[in-house]
Structure formats: structure tokens, C-alpha cells
């Protein structure tokens, strides 16, 4: 089985400021590895992942995450914030069988 | 990028009532679709594996009895809370994967409220 745990379940941050949400996973299996937004009310956008390849992988938005597989971290990154990115943020693992299993979310508030 | 539709977006009834929520993948076939459940302020917990033609594979501590899940074609995934109560109160979302490419996309949730 796996398990995501998001060590952070809020985040305050200022605009323009960088900002770094923590994920750390467990799996007894290679798994994929997502990064969810969620806007209030609405479903969930996929920021990025990691299949394979480049452990450093770009997503839309601005938005990055490094895969480190010693330290079973995917944690998510952005330069420079904006107060649109204020949203709830979740990462996930996807094993076998297709089934995504997610963090708790982590909850960024971009302040002017 | 594919475009998956929940319906109803949001949804109001009376304990003891049942709801239908509907969830279509609107340009693409999806063989599996995922219904998830989110509390407020919570993560998404998966509630069961949808299949067409199949029975639905529930998660553990979910009731297949309340939950009815029917997968009746490749585009069209239904979820029925049957004799709603309150604690069934919740944010529904669905997600549907792809063929070949397995990727999954989500539908934007239906808010349900039982009085």
C-alpha cells in the first residue's frame, strides 16, 4: 500500500515571493508521482508528474517539483507566487492497479 | 486536454431521498472512472473503481449498498447516494482515465446537502 503524507497543510505566502510545498510518500512499489490544485469548489487540475526520466519535471503555471527517490520526496516549487495561485494543492502516488492515492493538501494563501 | 462533466454541480435534498450524480467523459472513452469523496478541508478519499460492463470495486469501509455505482457505457459513469442523510453530506468528484495513455481527469464536483 502506499501513503502521501503533505507536511505542510498550510502555507501563508506573500505575492511574488517563492513558495515550497512538501511531500513526502511511502510505497513498497514504483509509483508515479502527481501535483494536484484544486480552486475552491471545483475538481482537481493536474500541475505535473513524474513517470520516469529527469527528476526535475516543469508543469504549467510556473510550477516544478524534483523526484528524489532516497528521500521519497516530491516536493512542489514556485519561484514567484501570485494571488492566483491561491488554492488547495495536493500530491498524489499512483501504484498499481490505477488508483491515485492523495496527500492531505496543502492549503497556499498568496497575500499582497 | 480531455473534458470530463459532473452533473449536478451542486445538490440539495431531504434525508431518506436518493441522488444521482452523473459523471461523462465528453471526447474520450473511458474504460475506469474513479469516484472520490472529499470532507471539508480534507483530501480525496477513493470510494470505488468503475469499469464498464463490470461491477464497480469498492474501497474498504465503503457501502455498495448506499453508494450505487453504475458504469453502463464507455462515456457514462453514475454514482447514487441512496437513502441520503446528513453525515452523507459531502463534495463528490469523479475521474475518468484514458485508454491507451492512462491519463486521468476529474470532473469538477458535485456538492451534495442532505437536510
Known amino acids: 500500500a502506499q501513503s502521501v503524507t503533505q507536511l505542510d497543510s498550510q502555507v501563508p505566502v506573500f505575492e511574488e515571493a517563492p513558495v515550497e510545498l512538501r511531500c513526502n510518500y511511502s510505497?513498497?512499489?514504483?509509483?508515479?508521482l502527481f501535483w494536484y490544485v484544486q480552486y475552491p469548489n471545483q475538481g482537481l487540475q493536474l500541475l505535473l508528474k513524474?513517470?520516469?526520466?529527469?527528476?526535475l519535471v516543469k508543469g504549467i503555471n510556473g510550477f516544478e517539483a524534483e523526484f528524489n527517490k532516497s528521500q521519497t520526496s516530491f516536493h512542489l516549487r514556485k519561484p514567484s507566487v501570485h494571488i492566483s495561485d491561491t488554492a488547495e494543492y495536493f500530491c498524489?502516488?499512483?501504484?498499481?492497479?490505477?488508483?491515485?492515492?492523495f496527500g492531505g493538501g496543502t492549503r497556499v494563501l498568496v497575500k499582497p | 486536454g480531455a473534458v470530463v462533466s459532473q452533473h449536478p454541480s451542486w445538490v440539495i435534498c431531504k434525508s431518506g431521498t436518493s441522488v444521482k450524480i452523473e459523471c461523462r467523459s465528453l471526447?474520450?472513452?473511458?474504460?475506469?472512472m474513479f469516484w472520490y469523496r472529499q470532507f471539508p478541508k480534507q483530501s480525496l478519499m477513493l470510494m470505488a473503481t468503475?469499469?464498464?460492463?463490470?461491477?464497480?470495486?469498492?474501497e474498504q469501509g465503503v457501502e455498495k449498498d448506499k453508494f450505487l455505482i453504475n458504469h453502463a457505457s464507455l462515456t457514462l459513469s453514475t454514482l447514487t447516494v441512496t437513502s441520503a442523510h446528513p453525515e452523507d453530506s459531502s463534495f463528490y468528484i469523479c475521474?475518468?482515465?484514458?485508454?491507451?495513455?492512462?491519463?486521468?481527469?476529474f470532473g469538477s464536483g458535485t456538492q451534495l446537502s442532505v437536510l
Open positions: 498524489a502516488v499512483r501504484a498499481a492497479g490505477n488508483k491515485l492515492t
Open positions: 471526447d474520450f472513452q473511458a474504460t475506469t
Open positions: 475521474s475518468a482515465m484514458t485508454g491507451g495513455d492512462e491519463k486521468l481527469f
Open positions: 510505497s513498497s512499489v514504483s509509483v508515479y
Open positions: 468503475s469499469n464498464e460492463g463490470s461491477k464497480a470495486t469498492y
Open positions: 513524474y513517470l520516469s526520466g529527469s527528476t
